[in-house]
């Protein structure tokens, strides 16, 4: 990472009393964080994630280690400095967490409330941000009468109110159905190009950090078991847990049923040209689909495919040569080719 690091964690645990027995949520954590990047944080569901984005603000506050933002070690700081340093990092849940009782506008300006900042001007930032997320006609209406959409785009102005230079989303999009989830992650970018906010995104699915995220840390067991760009790690997982996120079980599922499976990964190629067809009718091999996830963005595919390979290894190694060719990433048995 470059010096112009935001967020740096050094050897970072945590670690809770549960009925008399420690458990290590968070174990010995190293990461650093780009000033401007979207960083995704990924891992199955008790993975230690959210316990560590908490710490990045010290919600939780780390057993062991050194949490660094601009530099400064928030573990030595006092709590008005910690305050302080807070309003620079906006948070947003899976659950939304907004305040029933208030309006949409009323919710924007909590913080602002918080900060002492005086009623013209806390409304108007908040009238500047619902226009950003797309919801000005709603600022008065109440959380009840909101999509779980809607609620999440006013929990981002609200955890933009403070204008922090970080966005820290656990699990944001979780929640949503997926055209809600794609429309939240354009929201996400658009900020994040628009006004240079730092975002670190809390997910379990490989999906939401190929659409959004610079680069990724795959967590498994509180550990960071894998760590760089996402197309990298998605063509190519050294880990076991990446592999299982990229994966889903059904396809892991039929990799182990006696079968040789391909797994065939695309990152930009025409979505115009018939792929399976062509592999056909060039290799004489009938080819039979086990599972795919793709989608097409402008004219380009995007995604994966697990086909059976041949028993035959002359059958086998024709299909190889022809994804070569084509300069398509392929890997076979689990081992990058």
Sequence with gaps: ?????????????????????????????????GRGEIFGIIGFSGAGKSTLVRCINLLERPTEGAVYFDDTDLMSVGQAELKK?????????QQFNLLEQRNVIDNVCYPLEIAGVKKAERLERARELLKIVDLSEKEKAYPSRLSGGQKQRVAI???LATNPEVLLCDEATSALDPITTKSILELLKKINQDYGVTIIVI??????????CDRIAVMSEGKVVECGAVKEIF????????????L???????????????????DGQSSFEPFISSMTVHTGIMINILGANTENIGGKAYGQMLIEAPKEEASLQKIKEFLTEKGIYFEEGGKSA
Excluded: C, W, Y
């Excluded at 340093?85 to 849940?93: A, C, L, S, V």
């Excluded at 997910?203 to 959004?212: D, L, Q, S, Y």
């Design 248 to 266: 889903s079980d059904d396809q892991i599922d039929e990799s182990g049923q006696g079968r040789k499976v391909l797994r065939i990964a695309f």
């Design 1 to 33: 990472m470059s010096e112009d690091r935001i967020i740096k964690l050094e050897h970072l645990s945590k670690k809770f009393q549960i009925k008399g027995t420690e458990v290590t949520a968070v174990d010995q954590v190293d990461l650093e964080v």
């Design 85 to 93: 340093i807070r309003q620079k990092m906006g948070m947003i849940f």
């Design 157 to 159: 102005a609200r955890a």
């Design 235 to 246: 063509l190519n997982p050294k880990s076991d847990t990446a592999r299982r996120l990229i």
């Design 203 to 212: 997910t379990h699915e490989m999906k939401v950090a190929e659409r959004i």
